[in-house]
Structures are given as structure tokens and as C-alpha cells.
């Protein structure tokens, strides 16, 4: 059964006034231009840059394991341009939980969907690949424009940001679930929905292939695609999605659906996901969500530390 967030009036305790005020403020800055939210996102990008060093770090070290032929001054600017690009996200979030239909459409773009119709005509679901890219909540709801569509997500620990993350995100799509409730996600595939799955995160050892990502050879990757492919009646879809340059917008980009997948070969396939991961960030590596530490779980939990 998929849990919809009610309004409760426990959400207009004291304790959650100043979440109400900044909720407030973001609302009323939502109304001005395209452009000035996404120079405010740049600022506010340089001023988590100050305030949140352990995230400095942490993306710092990422892009050296990932790329450690790269001049530190090119790195250096990437690790900059990536802050400002969260900045953006920020703004990026609300504006795909609360603006009306005609403003992210104008902004929105889809490419590649006969390749997702393509597995829908043959009366599958679609497990729809996506990573971590910063502009992924208009994405989102951009793709829903196009065919609404199923979430796999964390719920928010805080009640009153569950409530307006999740009706956020179904503005354009149908419904969220879980991501513990494994069981439910089988059955939306199974009933022929188009579900959200983000496969690019270091959830452990459990269920999980060491295999390479980028420079670093053995990187936890779960197997977790494989588990959906391999129980549901759906085939994988990877997409691609980025921010556009000079304030275009969004595009989306669907790609062929993996063929043999899952193959038999664990290892293989996983691998095959963080190749087609790579070539999405590769486009525009500024875009990526580099700040969590995907290369925490090493292959021996002896093995020391890469961060």
C-alpha cells in the first residue's frame, strides 16, 4: 500500500515556524525571472562552498579518484562550478514542486521517447535508469509532462518537508514509493508503470558488485537494477538529463532500452550501468551530485579509508 502524506495540523507547531518561514521565502523569490533564480542559485552555490567544507572535501576527493589525470586547477574550477550548480538545484527543487504547468514546460525538453514507447507497445513496465544529476527534480517533473510516471525515494525524516516533497513531486507524476518497500516497486513494473530507479549511490556492500567506476577500479554498485529487471515483466531505460546552456532550460534524453539485460552476469551488467553512467557525466561532469561519498564501502572492510 503506498503512504500518501497528509496535512496534520501538528505541522503548524512552533517547532516548525522557521521551516515555514523559509518555505514562505522561497515561494515568494519563485516569481521572479529564470535567469535571476539561476544566479541566485550561483550564490547561494558560493556561499555552501564556504559554509560546508566537509562537502568541499568530500567532492574534492571524488573528482581526484575519478579523474586523477586532470590538472588541479581544471579541478580546482570544477569543484567551484559543481557548488554553483547545487546552488542552482536548490532553487531547482521548489521550482519543480510549486511552479504551474506553462512555466516548466516552456523550459522542459524531451528527446528519445519511442524508445520508452517502444518497451511500453510490447505490454512491459519500464524501469527507467537515471543518476544523481543536480537538475533531477526538474526533470522529473519534466518527464511526468511527458508520461507520468512511478518514484523510488527516501522519504524525508521531517514531516513537514515529507508532505510538501512528496506532493511536490507528483505535481506532474502519479504516486512515490518507498525506497524500502522493494515489493511495491515490482508491482507498479508489473503493472505496466514507468518507474524512477537511481542505481549511482554507494549502498553498501549488501546486494552490491565491486566493479569499476570511472578511475577507481573496484566501486561498490548495487545490484539492485538487477533484482527489479530480473522480477518484473519490464525492460531497463537510461536517460540522460542536463541543464542547457544560457538559461534554456532542461533537456531530457532517452536512450535504447539495455538489451540482454539482465544477462546472467552480475558483474557484466552492473558494469554496463556505470559505463552508461559515465557517459551521461562525462556531458557535463559540473552537473553531477559529486558531494556524497560514493566510495565509502571498500571491497575489504579492512582496506583503509579513501576519504
Request: aromatic share 14%.
Amino acid at each position: 500500500m503506498v503512504h500518501v502524506p497528509r496535512f496534520r495540523l501538528s505541522f503548524l507547531h512552533p517547532k516548525h515556524w522557521p521551516l515555514w518561514l523559509g518555505l514562505g521565502l522561497m515561494w515568494i523569490l519563485l516569481w521572479l525571472p529564470y535567469p535571476v533564480l539561476m544566479k541566485l542559485g550561483d550564490a547561494l552555490g558560493v556561499l555552501l562552498m564556504k559554509t560546508l567544507k566537509s562537502r568541499v572535501k568530500v567532492t574534492r576527493r571524488n573528482l581526484e579518484l575519478c579523474f586523477p589525470d586532470m590538472p588541479v586547477a581544471e579541478r580546482e574550477a570544477l569543484v567551484r562550478q559543481n557548488f554553483k550548480e547545487t546552488g542552482k538545484a536548490a532553487f531547482e527543487t521548489f521550482m519543480a514542486w510549486w511552479w504551474p504547468e506553462w512555466r516548466v514546460r516552456s523550459l522542459c525538453h524531451f528527446s528519445g521517447y519511442e524508445h520508452i514507447k517502444a518497451v511500453l507497445d510490447q505490454g512491459k513496465g519500464v524501469l527507467l535508469l537515471s543518476g544523481h544529476f543536480l537538475s533531477l527534480e526538474m526533470i522529473g517533473r519534466a518527464f511526468g509532462n511527458t508520461h507520468p510516471s512511478v518514484g523510488f525515494y527516501r522519504p524525508n525524516d521531517n514531516e513537514v518537508m515529507e508532505y510538501f516533497q512528496y506532493h511536490g513531486r507528483v505535481q506532474s507524476n502519479k504516486y512515490l514509493i518507498g525506497k524500502r518497500d522493494v515489493r511495491e516497486l515490482i508491482n507498479a513494473l508489473n503493472s505496466k508503470e514507468v518507474c524512477f530507479y537511481l542505481p549511482d549511490q554507494d549502498y553498501g556492500r549488501t546486494k552490491a558488485e565491486f566493479v569499476p567506476f570511472f578511475a577507481v577500479k573496484e566501486t561498490a554498485t548495487t545490484t539492485g537494477t538487477l533484482l527489479f529487471a530480473n522480477s518484473a515483466n519490464c525492460a531497463a531505460v537510461p536517460i540522460h538529463c542536463y541543464r542547457l546552456p544560457d538559461n534554456k532550460g532542461y533537456q531530457v534524453e532517452a536512450l535504447p532500452a539495455f538489451d540482454n539485460f539482465p544477462s546472467g552476469d552480475n558483474k557484466a551488467d552492473v558494469t554496463r550501468v556505470n559505463q552508461w553512467l559515465e557517459q551521461g557525466i562525462l556531458a557535463h561532469p559540473e552537473q553531477y551530485m559529486w558531494l556524497h561519498r560514493r566510495f565509502k564501502t571498500r571491497p575489504n572492510p579492512d582496506d583503509p579509508s579513501l576519504y
